[in-house]
């Protein structure tokens, strides 16, 4: 039997360290393997087309004309500029879409400098296409008999959901929206919150010159408007521009 010897100079090592390599069994693979880290995509935002936001400026309003009737039918009010607009439209009998886009000029300069152009000049649209269709919508839609709960739940429902449209194209009906969307870009803050935080709060004002039940069924359609926004409109939600 011819044994090689090692070259000169090699050490061997010693003999446990062979009994301890063969006797080690090869690592057997995993079963349930740990699935491989993929990093998350996220979509681009695809900026809308000027078409788009022209469909949805005039689909958000004409969602919030509709609720806006069924608020004045029932003698409701609402929060923000356009409860502001209810209550002197209450008060001095001047028609509503008068009243709202005057009230909502102040704001403009705080759209202008915090949000940009693109979006005060969609606002200011917006703001004037609900002044005009708020003062014509009695030839075109009225009411014969309206309960109070039904059109302060259903309007707030349909006014939320257009202002949803609106603020999800960059746009708003100006006062509290302008204000709600500029913290939710600054702070992460929910619009949604805000705006009801604040619409109640102006709700509650009418108390001075609207009978406390009116004002209770105007704060539950606050909140089923606002509830629209704080469930849908959220910073990372949307991502169209």
Known sequence: MVQFAPPVGTVCPPL???????SSSPATPNPHPAPLAVP???????????????????????LISVGVAFFTSAGLLTGGTAGLAFLLHYATGIGFGKLFFVVNLPFYWLALRKLG????????????????LTELQSRFLQFSQLQPLYA?????????????????????????????LYLQDRYGWRAGKIQMAVDCCIVLLALWTVEPLRVAWSIAGAIALNLVLAMNHRPGRYMGT
């Open 117 to 132: 152009r693109p979006f005060t000049l969609k606002t200011f649209i917006a703001v004037l296409l609900l002044s005009l």
């Open 16 to 22: 446990h360290v062979f009994h301890r390599a063969m």
């Open 40 to 62: 998350a995509l996220t979509p681009a935002s695809t900026p809308h087309t000027l078409v788009e936001d022209g469909v949805a400026i005039f689909t958000g309003v004409l």
């Open 152 to 180: 302060a739940i259903a309007g707030g429902l349909i006014t939320g959901t257009g202002f949803l449209v609106l603020f999800r194209h960059r746009c708003s009906l100006g006062g509290v929206g302008i204000a709600a």
